[in-house]
């Protein structure tokens, strides 16, 4: 048997190198606990100062917590998930294209342009396939809703380990999961099949891994690996890498931090070339004539129009911002606030230090924000969910721990005074919960009952029963009620076709010679009528056609609207 | 998804799927091949628990065991009195020298007779075999060593004074059969391939023998290496037909379950130069390649209790030759993906070896920068520049040193090629082990 040298004495109190597991759960130690005897070992090259850290196996409280707060979460964002949001457009994109590969139709059923890295909706294929393979028809943007649970779920236990693993108390933890999983915003945000949630999820795992305990090797590139991920399932991510690094560089040992940052970074930088690559080995790196390109993509994606300066009002940066205030003020304010507010005390405060990743991320993303030419889509807040809600977890603890706990010099404090800190934290406490429970309450009990898409519903079913010959006909649709029509049978891509490749799809609009004539019906729901402003085809179908149905009323009524003339046109 | 399935014209589809195959397992291998390979390399730095551990603890309390340091000279006249004196000025209480000189070198004999004259801890032990190799000089010095333990240098050798009291108290803290310090080639700025060759010993001493160590399979080292008198002389000594006595040495110990312990201290290590020469290394590395086929094929590695430690000892025994077979598919690899019509999926995992490769690569940067730090040394831009630059050519140095000791053994070929060669001339460094 060999082994490499034992530390010495191992019975003393220090920690044994070899062991590179803490002793004990949880142990209560700071990490310069005992002067002496740590000056006493600071010439034995083989001691490593190991801080305190929490095992969850064996940590009976925070797995009860936790698991507690995951139900909750659960049921709040599961109960009529189906009914609530609005089905969005882009939930429809992603999962249609989704279906596409599990089809094996490639990475779209439309031509694949590298508008977005495809690993996002290559892992929603993944998450729904066995669910698609049981019921098949249940591969629809109201179903499917139940994938993104799984993604929530993940995501909030990522956010108490790691809030966890950044030395919050446990009550903070259990406050920045109930932040992340419970205000009405994100559980608006994170029922819907975006993108974002599922990087999100990755960037949650690459930072506790940045943070991890054992400071292992492994840890950290595996850190870099899941970033790497976060950005291929959505290239916005990019932004945040900086706070990964940051954490890992605060979590990493002096003596093996050069190796685990730079193994970080390689991991991350080679699995986030793969795409280029991919595009490479495709011939279609570049732009040319002909095919589409990743150049092209990001061109596109670096020209699209800005959205305004987010505090001008009547700007569409500005409406977006709004309509996240509308389901909640408490996270993205109270959570700006706070991160401010932890780097400015960041000398002084232990707690500030730990968080500096997270308050790293809202800030940077808090800047993006406020680019006055920036186009800023209503899923942005999306990845500063997990920081807000951990800045402002962050703050709280600081908070309290200022107000609870009595300065080292003053040993003898008078019980009056001690009393006196327990009511004011008491006061605050219960004046933070008169203010966010009812406007909760009230949000999430909305989310939990309102049907907000009975009249997408509706029109799916006439559309799949009151039409014959659903094969030869072809429908103008938005993209949440695709599916829909292709699993009642209309040809997926020139039967069922997205509204707007309608224009700007060659592929498409070449197979219709007469433009709206060529269409049998278009399903008018609110996102086509808002597009067809600058979508001739789509604009003439509206008004050559008459509505035959209508579900719903006023600006969310959804119309099937029949082309008088329809002809079907040439395939 | 990634195979779109485009079309193949210049195949059929039988020569298509055939060659997919076979190049997608050679890369798939490669890749896990290199990947380990790299995990071991790193082994020290995974934590920075595993980083504290590989060095050596700061002894206490009084020396408690006897030295005999073992000190073969051929025709080293030039070093071997101050090597000498360095390991006399060893702070260690107890501990002889003994000198093994041959009977046909009188220069160096009278360089170690006139050390023994000034001072009683030196004794010259005089090698009568016809034909001469390390292993011989050793076993002929074995009996007449009077410590408890067995140290080995070589002429040429940079002793750290405090070196023998560490030992000793890592003997008797950890009840370790050996122990096997660290040695390090420090010139790393003399030439393109002495610098790859520093940086090879870097992460083999300072990493990567810790693995072998806690594995408990482990080739040893040629010299700072310790052993228990007893052990030793059980074992019959160092194997006089094998090229790389070292190895041999560690894998037939490891393999009966002695304990080895590894330390690693770069104020402490043994400094050494590198080979000369280009043909110097490259002599040096064939030897040590066709050693570890000779420790291959003795198979005492067998007598390994679990099946994971023979497969380390294979792998480790093997990884001469492995290595030279990667450096010539990977560029092949590489032009396939790009030149020839195969699917993207395929095209995709014949990239994996490069990306190991290229993962091997950054962690050497890392590493030379480590190594500048650990031993003061002032790395500059051009040296980075030299590392990654001659990757790829001591990549062939290697794999012809690997091809060229196959064909040695393969002829029956078992001569120390330095000393029936070289002769006279031959410089210091070339007659280390």
Same mark, same amino acid.
């Given at each position: 048997?060999?082994?490499?040298?034992?530390?010495?004495?191992?019975?003393?109190?220090?920690?044994?190198?070899?062991?590179?597991?803490?002793?004990?759960?949880?142990?209560?130690?700071?990490?310069?606990?005992?002067?002496?005897?740590?000056?006493?070992?600071?010439?034995?090259?083989?001691?490593?100062?190991?801080?305190?850290?929490?095992?969850?196996?064996?940590?009976?409280?925070?797995?009860?917590?936790?698991?507690?707060?995951?139900?909750?979460?659960?049921?709040?964002?599961?109960?009529?998930?189906?009914?609530?949001?609005?089905?969005?457009?882009?939930?429809?994109?992603?999962?249609?294209?989704?279906?596409?590969?599990?089809?094996?139709?490639?990475?779209?059923?439309?031509?694949?342009?590298?508008?977005?890295?495809?690993?996002?909706?290559?892992?929603?294929?993944?998450?729904?396939?066995?669910?698609?393979?049981?019921?098949?028809?249940?591969?629809?943007?109201?179903?499917?809703?139940?994938?993104?649970?799984?993604?929530?779920?993940?995501?909030?236990?990522?956010?108490?380990?790691?809030?966890?693993?950044?030395?919050?108390?446990?009550?903070?933890?259990?406050?920045?999961?109930?932040?992340?999983?419970?205000?009405?915003?994100?559980?608006?945000?994170?029922?819907?099949?975006?993108?974002?949630?599922?990087?999100?999820?990755?960037?949650?795992?690459?930072?506790?891994?940045?943070?991890?305990?054992?400071?292992?090797?492994?840890?950290?590139?595996?850190?870099?690996?899941?970033?790497?991920?976060?950005?291929?399932?959505?290239?916005?991510?990019?932004?945040?890498?900086?706070?990964?690094?940051?954490?890992?560089?605060?979590?990493?040992?002096?003596?093996?931090?050069?190796?685990?940052?730079?193994?970080?970074?390689?991991?991350?930088?080679?699995?986030?070339?793969?795409?280029?690559?991919?595009?490479?080995?495709?011939?279609?790196?570049?732009?040319?004539?002909?095919?589409?390109?990743?150049?092209?993509?990001?061109?596109?994606?670096?020209?699209?129009?800005?959205?305004?300066?987010?505090?001008?009002?009547?700007?569409?940066?500005?409406?977006?911002?709004?309509?996240?205030?509308?389901?909640?003020?408490?996270?993205?304010?109270?959570?700006?606030?706070?991160?401010?507010?932890?780097?400015?005390?960041?000398?002084?405060?232990?707690?500030?230090?730990?968080?500096?990743?997270?308050?790293?991320?809202?800030?940077?993303?808090?800047?993006?924000?406020?680019?006055?030419?920036?186009?800023?889509?209503?899923?942005?807040?999306?990845?500063?969910?997990?920081?807000?809600?951990?800045?402002?977890?962050?703050?709280?603890?600081?908070?309290?721990?200022?107000?609870?706990?009595?300065?080292?010099?003053?040993?003898?404090?008078?019980?009056?005074?001690?009393?006196?800190?327990?009511?004011?934290?008491?006061?605050?406490?219960?004046?933070?919960?008169?203010?966010?429970?009812?406007?909760?309450?009230?949000?999430?009990?909305?989310?939990?009952?309102?049907?907000?898409?009975?009249?997408?519903?509706?029109?799916?079913?006439?559309?799949?029963?009151?039409?014959?010959?659903?094969?030869?006909?072809?429908?103008?649709?938005?993209?949440?009620?695709?599916?829909?029509?292709?699993?009642?049978?209309?040809?997926?891509?020139?039967?069922?076709?997205?509204?707007?490749?309608?224009?700007?799809?060659?592929?498409?609009?070449?197979?219709?010679?007469?433009?709206?004539?060529?269409?049998?019906?278009?399903?008018?729901?609110?996102?086509?009528?808002?597009?067809?402003?600058?979508?001739?085809?789509?604009?003439?179908?509206?008004?050559?056609?008459?509505?035959?149905?209508?579900?719903?009323?006023?600006?969310?009524?959804?119309?099937?609207?029949?082309?008088?003339?329809?002809?079907?046109?040439?395939? | 998804?990634?195979?779109?399935?485009?079309?193949?014209?210049?195949?059929?589809?039988?020569?298509?799927?055939?060659?997919?195959?076979?190049?997608?397992?050679?890369?798939?291998?490669?890749?896990?091949?290199?990947?380990?390979?790299?995990?071991?390399?790193?082994?020290?730095?995974?934590?920075?628990?595993?980083?504290?551990?590989?060095?050596?603890?700061?002894?206490?309390?009084?020396?408690?065991?006897?030295?005999?340091?073992?000190?073969?000279?051929?025709?080293?006249?030039?070093?071997?009195?101050?090597?000498?004196?360095?390991?006399?000025?060893?702070? !260690? %209480?107890?501990?002889?020298? +003994?000198?093994?000189? *041959?009977?046909?070198?009188?220069?160096?004999?009278? @360089?170690?007779?006139? &050390?023994?004259?000034?001072?009683?801890?030196?004794?010259?032990?005089?090698?009568?075999?016809?034909?001469?190799?390390?292993?011989?000089?050793?076993?002929?010095?074995?009996?007449?060593?009077?410590?408890?333990?067995?140290?080995?240098?070589?002429?040429?050798?940079?002793?750290?004074?405090?070196?023998?009291?560490?030992?000793?108290?890592?003997?008797?803290?950890?009840?370790?059969?050996?122990?096997?310090?660290?040695?390090?080639?420090?010139?790393?700025?003399?030439?393109?391939?002495?610098?790859?060759?520093?940086?090879?010993?870097?992460?083999?001493?300072?990493?990567?023998?810790?693995? !072998? %160590?806690?594995?408990?399979? +482990?080739?040893?080292? *040629?010299?700072?290496?310790?052993?228990?008198?007893? @052990?030793?002389?059980? &074992?019959?000594?160092?194997?006089?037909?094998?090229?790389?006595?070292?190895?041999?040495?560690?894998?037939?110990?490891?393999?009966?379950?002695?304990?080895?312990?590894?330390?690693?201290?770069?104020?402490?290590?043994?400094?050494?130069?590198?080979?000369?020469?280009?043909?110097?290394?490259?002599?040096?590395?064939?030897?040590?390649?066709?050693?570890?086929?000779?420790?291959?094929?003795?198979?005492?590695?067998?007598?390994?209790?679990?099946?994971?430690?023979?497969?380390?000892?294979?792998?480790?025994?093997?990884?001469?030759?492995?290595?030279?077979?990667?450096?010539?598919?990977?560029?092949?690899?590489?032009?396939?993906?790009?030149?020839?019509?195969?699917?993207?999926?395929?095209?995709?995992?014949?990239?994996?070896?490069?990306?190991?490769?290229?993962?091997?690569?950054?962690?050497?940067?890392?590493?030379?920068?480590?190594?500048?730090?650990?031993?003061?040394?002032?790395?500059?831009?051009?040296?980075?520049?030299?590392?990654?630059?001659?990757?790829?050519?001591?990549?062939?140095?290697?794999?012809?040193?690997?091809?060229?000791?196959?064909?040695?053994?393969?002829?029956?070929?078992?001569?120390?090629?330095?000393?029936?060669?070289?002769?006279?001339?031959?410089?210091?460094?070339?007659?280390?082990?």
């Amino acid at each position: 048997m060999t082994s490499t040298l034992p530390a010495a004495d191992s019975a003393t109190t220090e920690i044994p190198v070899q062991q590179t597991r803490a002793p004990e759960s949880a142990p209560k130690k700071p990490e310069q606990h005992d002067k002496k005897k740590h000056d006493k070992k600071k010439h034995d090259k083989r001691w490593v100062t190991v801080r305190p850290y929490v095992r969850f196996r064996s940590s009976p409280t925070d797995l009860i917590l936790c698991t507690l707060l995951l139900a909750a979460i659960l049921v709040v964002q599961g109960w009529n998930i189906a009914g609530y949001p609005n089905l969005s457009d882009d939930e429809g994109t992603y999962l249609a294209q989704a279906w596409a590969v599990q089809e094996g139709k490639g990475l779209a059923h439309y031509t694949y342009w590298y508008d977005h890295p495809p690993l996002g909706w290559i892992q929603i294929a993944g998450l729904t396939y066995i669910p698609s393979l049981i019921a098949p028809d249940a591969m629809t943007v109201g179903s499917m809703r139940l994938a993104m649970l799984l993604v929530s779920a993940v995501s909030a236990v990522l956010i108490y380990v790691l809030a966890r693993r950044l030395w919050l108390p446990r009550w903070a933890a259990g406050l920045a999961m109930v932040l992340f999983g419970l205000s009405p915003l994100s559980v608006v945000l994170q029922r819907e099949i975006f993108l974002d949630n599922i990087a999100v999820m990755w960037m949650l795992l690459a930072f506790c891994l940045a943070a991890s305990p054992s400071r292992h090797l492994w840890h950290h590139f595996g850190a870099g690996m899941a970033a790497a991920v976060g950005v291929l399932t959505k290239e916005t991510m990019l932004v945040i890498l900086p706070a990964v690094l940051l954490t890992m560089w605060r979590h990493s040992h002096r003596d093996t931090r050069k190796f685990a940052v730079t193994g970080a970074i390689t991991s991350c930088a080679l699995i986030g070339l793969g795409y280029p690559l991919y595009a490479l080995l495709k011939g279609e790196l570049f732009s040319g004539p002909g095919h589409v390109s990743l150049w092209d993509g990001i061109a596109y994606q670096m020209s699209r129009p800005g959205s305004g300066f987010i505090f001008d009002a009547g700007s569409g940066s500005n409406g977006v911002l709004e309509s996240w205030l509308y389901y909640d003020k408490v996270l993205p304010v109270g959570g700006l606030a706070a991160a401010l507010l932890l780097l400015v005390v960041l000398r002084w405060s232990v707690t500030a230090r730990a968080l500096a990743g997270p308050a790293l991320a809202v800030a940077i993303l808090a800047l993006v924000s406020m680019r006055p030419s920036g186009y800023l889509p209503a899923m942005y807040i999306i990845q500063a969910l997990p920081f807000l809600s951990l800045v402002l977890a962050g703050a709280a603890a600081s908070v309290s721990h200022a107000v609870l706990i009595r300065s080292r010099r003053r040993v003898d404090e008078p019980r009056a005074v001690t009393g006196l800190r327990w009511a004011t934290a008491a006061v605050l406490a219960l004046a933070a919960l008169t203010y966010i429970v009812p406007k909760w309450y009230d949000g999430n009990r909305t989310a939990m009952t309102q049907d907000a898409n009975g009249p997408y519903r509706a029109a799916a079913s006439w559309m799949a029963t009151q039409v014959s010959d659903r094969g030869d006909k072809r429908v103008l649709v938005d993209d949440a009620m695709w599916l829909d029509l292709v699993h009642a049978g209309y040809e997926p891509g020139l039967g069922a076709i997205w509204f707007y490749k309608a224009d700007l799809d060659p592929a498409v609009s070449k197979t219709m010679p007469g433009g709206w004539r060529d269409v049998d019906y278009i399903v008018a729901s609110p996102t086509v009528r808002r597009d067809a402003v600058d979508l001739p085809n789509v604009k003439a179908a509206l008004e050559h056609s008459e509505a035959v149905a209508v579900f719903g009323t006023g600006e969310d009524r959804v119309e099937i609207r029949q082309i008088a003339a329809g002809s079907g046109g040439k395939r | 998804m990634w195979d779109d399935g485009e079309s193949f014209p210049l195949w059929g589809l039988g020569g298509l799927l055939l060659s997919t195959v076979v190049i997608s397992a050679v890369s798939m291998a490669l890749f896990w091949m290199a990947a380990f390979t790299l995990w071991w390399q790193m082994h020290a730095w995974r934590t920075p628990e595993t980083l504290a551990a590989t060095r050596f603890e700061a002894p206490h309390g009084n020396d408690g065991l006897a030295f005999s340091l073992l000190l073969p000279a051929r025709h080293e006249q030039a070093v071997l009195d101050h090597t000498i004196q360095r390991l006399l000025e060893s702070s !260690h %209480a107890a501990f002889e020298i +003994i000198v093994i000189v *041959g009977h046909d070198d009188p220069e160096t004999a009278a @360089v170690a007779d006139e &050390a023994a004259r000034r001072d009683r801890r030196v004794r010259v032990i005089t090698d009568t075999h016809e034909v001469k190799n390390k292993p011989k000089a050793l076993n002929t010095a074995l009996p007449h060593c009077r410590g408890d333990v067995v140290g080995v240098f070589d002429a040429e050798d940079q002793v750290h004074p405090e070196l023998l009291a560490h030992v000793d108290h890592a003997f008797r803290s950890t009840g370790a059969d050996v122990v096997q310090g660290g040695v390090q080639l420090i010139n790393f700025h003399s030439s393109w391939y002495s610098l790859r060759n520093c940086l090879e010993y870097f992460f083999w001493f300072r990493s990567r023998l810790h693995l !072998h %160590a806690q594995k408990g399979f +482990i080739p040893l080292g *040629g010299n700072t290496v310790f052993v228990r008198t007893d @052990v030793l002389r059980d &074992a019959g000594g160092w194997d006089q037909n094998c090229l790389a006595e070292d190895c041999d040495l560690g894998v037939r110990l490891s393999s009966i379950g002695k304990k080895v312990v590894v330390a690693y201290d770069s104020d402490m290590v043994t400094r050494e130069e590198t080979p000369g020469t280009l043909v110097s290394l490259l002599k040096q590395r064939t030897r040590w390649n066709q050693g570890f086929l000779q420790v291959y094929r003795k198979k005492d590695w067998k007598q390994l209790p679990t099946f994971g430690q023979r497969l380390l000892a294979r792998y480790t025994l093997m990884t001469p030759f492995l290595q030279a077979f990667t450096g010539l598919i990977i560029p092949l690899n590489v032009a396939v993906a790009l030149f020839l019509d195969v699917p993207v999926g395929v095209a995709f995992i014949t990239f994996l070896p490069l990306i190991t490769a290229f993962v091997t690569f950054v962690f050497e940067v890392v590493g030379l920068h480590d190594f500048g730090k650990q031993y003061a040394l002032k790395i500059r831009l051009i040296h980075y520049i030299k590392l990654i630059l001659g990757g790829p050519f001591y990549q062939v140095l290697l794999a012809f040193a690997a091809i060229r000791a196959v064909w040695r053994e393969s002829r029956g070929n078992h001569e120390w090629e330095l000393t029936s060669h070289v002769g006279a001339h031959l410089s210091p460094e070339e007659i280390r082990a």
